[in-house]
């Protein structure tokens, strides 16, 4: 089983609808979740993290964990164009004062005007 | 301000080769953290550094190490180049331990041929 599981899409939803991105993870001592974007031959980029359960909000961006199901998903409201991108779900395992950050293969969301 | 800055962009070496990156973090920064993303894959965490010590290891083999330089730059070494080991590594660099506001470098893309 994969620490860190995305489905690796592609994901297709037209302009101005809900994308809705899936991560799973196996560590039960995960503490703390991040989504990056990356854009094709970029570095990727942070969108949000979130440490408790329940649901966080930045803009059109809403992350929402549930560690009792070991489950981390990100909303994205107005889907636009520029939104196209692969998002990495990430999920530290901080242990003794030590990070370990391991991320998902991520999935590619594709939207369509 | 700049960014993260990596040197060299590009590189290739041959089979049993070592090789060195450089990654120069956001002034103020004092955490630089180094990982490995082979195309199609999420990035792979292999080290961070905070304050010139290690703060966090993936799962790599001893060929690869890293060091931070009392300017918080940071070097990292691979030893005994294999083809597995071609890929674009990426540094991040974050203002404390925490990796909560990390921000990557562009990546520097290793060929091993």
């Known amino acids: 089983q994969k620490e860190v599981e995305q489905n690796s899409g592609p994901l297709s939803v037209p302009e101005g609808a809900i994308a809705s991105l899936n991560c799973t993870y196996s560590d039960r001592g995960s503490q703390s979740f991040f989504w990056y974007r990356q854009y094709s031959g970029k570095s990727p980029e942070l969108i949000m993290f979130?440490?408790?359960?329940g649901d966080k909000e930045d803009g059109r961006f809403t992350a929402q964990l549930n560690k009792a199901s070991q489950y981390v998903s990100l909303l994205i409201r107005d889907s636009q164009p520029s939104d196209s991108a692969t998002y990495l779900c990430a999920v530290n395992g901080l242990s003794g004062g030590y990070n370990k950050l391991i991320f998902g293969a991520g999935t590619r969301l594709a939207v369509h005007p | 301000d700049a960014g993260v800055t990596q040197s060299p962009t590009h590189l290739i070496k041959t089979r049993g080769q070592h090789v060195t990156l450089r990654c120069s973090p956001i002034?103020?920064?004092?955490?630089v953290s180094w990982y490995q993303q082979v195309l199609g894959q999420g990035p792979q965490f292999i080290f961070q550094y905070y304050e010139k010590e290690e703060r966090g290891r993936g799962n790599f083999p001893d060929r690869f190490s890293a060091r931070q330089f009392p300017n918080y730059s940071s070097e990292l070494n691979v030893n005994a180049l294999l083809l597995g080991d071609s890929a674009l590594y990426l540094c991040?660099?974050?203002?404390?331990?925490?990796?909560?506001?990390?921000?990557f470098g562009p990546g520097t893309r290793l060929l091993v041929l």
């Open positions: 991040a660099s974050s203002p404390g331990q925490g990796l909560e506001t990390q921000y």
């Open positions: 002034s103020g920064h004092k955490s």
């Open positions: 979130i440490y408790s359960n």
